[in-house]
Structure formats: C-alpha cells, structure tokens
C-alpha cells in the first residue's frame, strides 16, 4: 500500500512535494476510511482539488514517470530524460528527484520500503533503497552515476555480483530485476507493476473490455457495479476478434462505425511466430417490452453506439476500479468526475471506503473538481489535498488538516469555493 510519494523539480513541482496517505489525527471515520497495516495507520482514498493547470495531474504523472523509468531503464531503446520545471533559471541544472514509500508483504510480515533515485540530465545522479522491519534499514544507496558509488549494506552482499552491470543511465535496481532473481527486488519491482495509473479521460475501452474477458470474477463484478449504479443496463456481453491483417481490420472497422475509438489493439504471439490483432466489441443489455409494458426479451446495443459518454466511461474505469479492490492494488486516477455524474463518483468512493467491499484495503486516490465530495460526511479531513500555482508557474501541496481551526462542522464546500483553502481560479473578468 502506498504511504507517501515525494517529487521534486518535475513538472510545475519546483521544490520538494510530499503526498501522504498516512492518516493524521482525526477521529472521524476510523474504522471504515483507515486500516492499520503493522505499525502503519493509511488511508483507503484520497482527492486532489485545484483549479484547471494548477498541477494535480502533474503529481500523479510523477508517479507514473517513476515507474516508467523504474521498468525500462536497462532497455536499450529507453532514453533516460525527465520533464524538469522550466519558468526558473538554474532549474535546469538542479536534478529531478523522486521517491516513494509503500508497504507489502515481505520475509513473513508488513515492511516499509523506501525507494528513490534522481536523474540529472541523462545520468543517475543518485539512487536508494530502504526497508524497515523495527527500524529502518539501508539496503544500497549511490551517490553518483558511477558504479564506484554505489555502497551496499553487507546484509545484502548478494547485490554486489551487479554492480558491474551498471550503467550510468540506468537505475541499479533495474540491473537486479533484469539479470538477477532477488526476492527482495522482484517485491519493489511486483509493488510497482500492480499499482494502476489511468487518465479517466483518454482510457480505452479495450484494455477494460479484454481484462473482463479474460477475467470471469472481474467481469462479474463489473456487471453487478453497472447495475447497482441504475445504469438501465441488466448484462455486458464482450466479443473477441482475432485479425492477422491489421491493414484489412481497419478498413472494415472505418466502415462499420463512426467512433474510432477502436482502441488499442492488442498483439500477441501465435504459436508459429506470426503475430495476430485483437479486438473487442463491448454489448450492453437492455429489457425490451411489449405494448402493455410486460417484459419481453433482452436486446443488445453496442456500448459505442448507443450508451452516453457518461455510461461509457463509466464502463471504461469499472474495470481498473474493480480488479483494484479485488486483488488490494493502489488505483491513481486523473480526471475521475469528467462526464460522471457526482453520485456515481459517491459511488466509487463507498466501495473504497469501506469494510465489506474493501477487505483487501485498496486505495484509491484521484484528481477531483467536484465540491460535493467536499460536504459528505462519508469522508475524513484528512483524505482532502489541494495544489495550487503561483505567479511563477510553481506548484504547492497542501492537506486540509495543514490549516488550523478546520472543525469537523465547517461547511467545507462552501469554504473552498470561497478560497479559504486557495487552488481555485482567480478570475479577472
């Protein structure tokens, strides 16, 4: 479970920014928005508020940069660069840093582990690595681009047979996960692979449609959830296409319909070497009815023709948002509330925040606009977060629990559209 996220010189991000999911000392709503993980007291979500262009979605595309960094920097093709923050001179030779804390199941119990590196230009300016167990303890940590510098802990001399792998562009912890098998590498490397970072905005309809396919649970979860949500939708019906001429497929698809939102075909492997294309058409099911209003049979309509934008991108983010709670993975999603409606976003929130439809502690933390969040009574002081941007294009995090004299009684809402809380737009007109 995620802990804490720190990125520095990145983007809108000119100093050092922490995001927490530890929980502070409120009272309300312990037992259903919090668990305890060890010695560890998380959050299961939190909500980023601030005005458009302020930076929210630059922190979760911190994480994400991480983890891309992370995965591919041993690739050969992977070219080793960072969006650095570009309205301040000098910002340029300063190195990009970041670093993230999360908890995980290693050597028999909950751990803390703390890993981060930074980059400066297209070298590893530095890197560490962290566990906790009763107290925190260094595994490696590099103090430059160089091999030379890397220093490891002699409880984990098993590391040290890499060390002559390591490039100055690459991450060390990279090297490990790439030639070796070290348990406690491939656990960071498992914690990164499983989290889910999505623009709710741009995410495709396939990457849900073939995971329910595949995923029989998952698909029926998703199916229940569109339901309970009043969707008018009784059943998902997906169908699978295979396609070795790719040029052909699209051909046929631009004939059949008008949205092109044909996504992201997936590729794979045949068995002889040749590679094949997938496609998936998502169906919903609707009650048909005679004159007198009896039922009378199920019809089909295809999910890109018929159903709003609203419905489908509801269905888009159901699938990421229900193999996180299934499995207690950590769900980052950016631009959650546009074209949903404020009660199904209610929705998603009540599925994570609780007990019986969270047993596995998933967390989920997203980029919001929308103040009703802000007055229920469903969610803690601390879960609430605000970027806002200065005159010279710099981003700063805060939480509400920063400000004193918050009561549990404040119309929140209303405090924040009036800028008690700062991260809205200063109008001039």
Not at 105 to 122: L, M, V
Not at 255 to 264: C, F, H, S, V
Not at 266 to 295: C, I, P, W
Request: aromatic letters at 12%; charged letters at 30%.
């Amino acid at each position: 479970m995620l802990v804490s996220f720190a990125i520095e010189n990145f983007r809108s991000f000119l100093d050092e920014t922490v995001f927490s999911m530890e929980c502070e000392s409120v009272s309300e709503l312990q037992e259903l928005n919090t668990f305890v993980s060890g010695k560890w007291c998380l959050l299961k979500s939190s909500f980023i508020y601030g005005k458009n262009a302020g930076g929210k979605s630059n922190l979760l595309k911190g994480i994400a940069k991480m983890r891309d960094i992370l995965l591919h920097s041993f690739d050969d093709s992977y070219r080793l660069q960072t969006d650095r923050f570009a309205f301040k001179e000098g910002a340029e030779k300063r190195p990009t840093k970041f670093e993230i804390e999360f908890l995980t199941e290693y050597s028999g119990g909950p751990r803390k582990f703390r890993y981060g590196f930074e980059i400066q230009g297209d070298r590893i300016y530095s890197e560490w690595l962290f566990i906790t167990h009763e107290r925190e303890t260094r595994i490696f940590s590099r103090e430059s681009a160089s091999k030379k510098d890397i220093v490891i802990t002699k409880k984990y001399g098993e590391l040290k047979k890499f060390v002559e792998f390591t490039n100055p562009n690459v991450l060390f912890l990279s090297v490990i996960n790439k030639i070796g098998s070290v348990d406690l590498v491939k656990t960071v490397f498992d914690y990164f692979l499983s989290m889910i970072i999505i623009d709710a905005s741009r995410f495709p309809t396939s990457l849900t449609a073939a995971r329910l396919y595949e995923d029989k649970t998952l698909y029926e979860k998703t199916v229940n959830f569109m339901r309970e949500a009043d969707q008018g939708i009784s059943g998902l019906e997906i169908r699978r296409e295979e396609f070795e001429d790719v040029e052909a497929y699209f051909k046929d698809i631009t004939g059949r319909r008008n949205d092109l939102e044909i996504d992201i075909t997936q590729v794979h492997d045949g068995r002889d070497g040749s590679k094949k294309f997938l496609s998936y058409d998502v169906f919903t099911s609707h009650e048909m009815y005679n004159a007198d209003r009896s039922r009378k049979a199920k019809i089909l309509c295809d999910l890109r023709e018929f159903e709003s934008e609203g419905t489908k991108k509801f269905f888009k983010i159901l699938g990421p948002v229900v193999d996180a709670l299934t499995h207690g993975k950590v769900i980052l999603i950016d631009e959650i509330d546009s074209k949903l409606h404020p009660l199904l976003v209610e929705a998603l929130i009540d599925k994570f925040n609780s007990i019986s439809e969270n047993p596995k502690n998933a967390q989920m933390i997203c980029n919001t606009h929308n103040p009703l969040i802000l007055e229920s009574k469903k969610v803690r002081r601390d879960q609430f977060w605000f970027v806002d941007k200065n005159e010279f294009g710099e981003s700063s995090l805060y939480r509400l629990t920063d400000f004193t004299n918050v009561r549990k009684d404040l119309n929140l809402k209303k405090a924040y559209l009036l800028g008690q809380f700062d991260g809205i737009p200063k109008m001039r007109f």
